[in-house]
């Protein structure tokens, strides 16, 4: 690990995040999770998706806005919390446009079904295995051979207010 703050090292390990799990509680108080592309890569606290203003989750959204986030890849798992709205911003929902959006709203950007959801995350928590798979697979045979604890990176993170 680098010279870096705790909140730095989360934004690290986000930005090479492509899909999100958002977690909220529907109408019955049951936790439900629902895949997201995450739109911006520099994360400053807040995470930017596009999604359908139909959707159950907006829905849920609007009794408790609090949610989670999980992010995961072969190495290296982000888990925040915090709150999600809605929010009416066109231009940025053409700033965070892309071909790939298209899959899902092929009326374009100013389909007036897409909507813009910003995450604010209060609190990270990460675990990272630095080094990659093959670091990975060798501190996991290290640890059943040794005995020793698999050798991963985990902290807990209050961001900060914004």
Do not use: C
């Not at 609090?66 to 809605?86: C, K, P, T």
């Amino acid at each position: 690990m680098t010279d870096q703050t705790p909140t730095q090292r989360v934004a690290e390990l986000i930005k090479d995040f492509r899909f999100a799990m958002l977690t909220t509680r529907n109408a019955e108080d049951r936790l439900v999770a629902h895949p997201l592309t995450v739109q911006e890569a520099e994360f400053d606290g807040d995470l930017w998706f596009l999604v359908a203003k139909g959707a159950t989750f907006v829905t849920d959204l609007r009794a408790d806005d609090r949610v989670g986030v999980s992010l995961s890849s072969n190495d290296s798992w982000v888990s925040l919390s915090g709150h999600a709205e809605l929010v009416e911003d066109r231009a940025k929902i053409h700033e965070l446009w892309s071909p790939t959006v298209e899959a899902w709203f092929t009326d374009g950007p100013d389909d007036p079904e897409v909507g813009l959801l910003k995450f604010t995350a209060e609190t990270a928590e990460y675990w990272d295995s630095p080094g990659g798979k093959l670091a990975s697979l060798f501190s996991f045979v290290k640890s059943k051979v040794t005995g020793e604890q698999y050798d991963a990176e985990n902290e807990t993170v209050r961001l900060p207010e914004r």
